[in-house]
């Protein structure tokens, strides 16, 4: 059998967009990186120079994209498993006016929002990120290679790390992750584990 054990799978949110400065949640609107995201991007990259990665996906959502390229991957594979968490009608929203329509809403306990609005289509419940989510561990862990390497978004990223750890998705509160930053998954002796979280480049 295969020892699994030695992955580990390193995580990149991408660079600031311009709604990721303001809390507005962004899943499908396809927004460019800012030149502060741009940085984060290359500053990704000098942490990650030398550092050999078996496997490196990314969301295609052009900020996870343009984040794998300014960092110095330019053969990366696209995986829509990794796409940001879809909001539906909660898409280009603050949490605070969400919780106008929704009062008590979150995220991590009840999955996209639900409320009528014309211009959007549904969003994803909880057991369907966690489903899609599973996926990448299991073909990260599957691949055998020594590191695995992720491009992607901050929700997703932390439903993804909930996956590997075997946690209940609402975990993912308790887990912040800012723009531009690097996170290892992998183990403690046998138990999967945290190796580090939301690090600065």
């Known amino acids: 059998m295969k020892d699994t054990t030695a992955t580990q799978l ?12 303001s809390g507005q949640h962004t899943s499908v609107t396809d ?39 300014g960092a110095g991957f330019t053969d990366v594979e696209e995986d829509a498993d990794l796409v940001e968490w879809a ?30 609005r014309d211009d959007c289509a549904p969003g994803e419940t909880i057991e369907e990120v966690s489903a899609r989510l599973r996926r990448v561990v299991e073909r990260v862990r599957a691949s055998g290679v020594e590191r695995a390497l992720v491009f992607a978004h901050g929700h997703s990223l932390r439903a993804l790390a909930m996956e590997w750890l075997s946690f209940e998705i609402a975990m993912g509160k308790h887990f912040p992750l800012q723009t531009g930053t690097l996170s290892v998954l992998g183990y403690e002796k046998d138990n999967p584990a945290i190796v580090r979280w939301n690090a600065e480049t």
């Not at 390193?10 to 400065?21: F, I």
């Open 31 to 69: 927004l460019p990186l800012l030149p502060d995201g741009e940085q984060d991007a290359r500053k990704v990259g000098e942490r990650l120079k030398g550092t050999d990665f078996g496997l490196v996906l990314t969301s295609p959502h052009r900020r996870a994209r343009d984040t794998a390229v």
């Open 87 to 116: 909001y539906g009608p909660g898409e280009g929203l603050t949490s605070d006016e969400i919780r106008e329509e929704v009062p008590g809403w979150r995220i991590w306990t009840h999955g996209a929002p639900q409320f009528e």
């Open 10 to 21: 390193w995580l990149v949110r991408h660079g600031a967009t311009k709604w990721s400065r």
